[in-house]
């Protein structure tokens, strides 16, 4: 089970959904927060966060998209979830929404015994 600070069980598993099916991105991360998170969470940089967590318990796989698949990235879980904190940083500082990927694109395993208990 991942501890995840407190995030519900619904914004947990509306993302395990979106990077099953098509990858969740940055925007489908502050769209869980959202629909189902706290009040005041659904910011870029809280989604930064949260994003940040689930690719260092590697629970889920930072890619970019490479045609019509996804390439994971080459480096650590660590290094990969310091790289998405320092982008959304970036971007919440400009005060604007990420663009579709323009951070991360947040796969699942192939394996499903990675499924979080949610």
């Given at each position: 089970?991942?501890d995840?600070d407190?995030?519900?069980h619904?914004v947990?598993e509306?993302?395990?959904?979106q990077a099953e099916?098509d ?9 869980a927060?959202i629909?189902y998170g ?5 910011t870029v940089?809280e989604?930064?966060?949260?994003a940040?967590h689930l690719?260092?318990?590697e629970l889920?796989i ?5 045609g019509?698949?996804f390439a ?5 879980p660590?290094?990969s ?11 919440a ?7 579709p990927?323009?951070v991360?694109?947040l ?9 979080p208990?949610v």
């Open positions: 089970m991942i995840a407190g995030v519900s619904d947990l509306y993302i395990w959904e099916s990858g969740a991105t940055l925007r489908d991360v502050i769209a927060l629909e706290t009040p005041g969470m659904a940089e989604a930064g966060k949260l940040a690719v260092r318990t889920l930072p890619a970019e998209l490479d019509d698949d994971p990235w080459s480096s650590s660590g290094d979830a310091e790289r998405i904190e320092r982008e959304t940083l970036r971007i500082r400009e005060k604007r929404l990420p663009l990927g323009e991360v694109w796969v699942a395993p192939q394996s499903s015994e990675r499924q208990e």
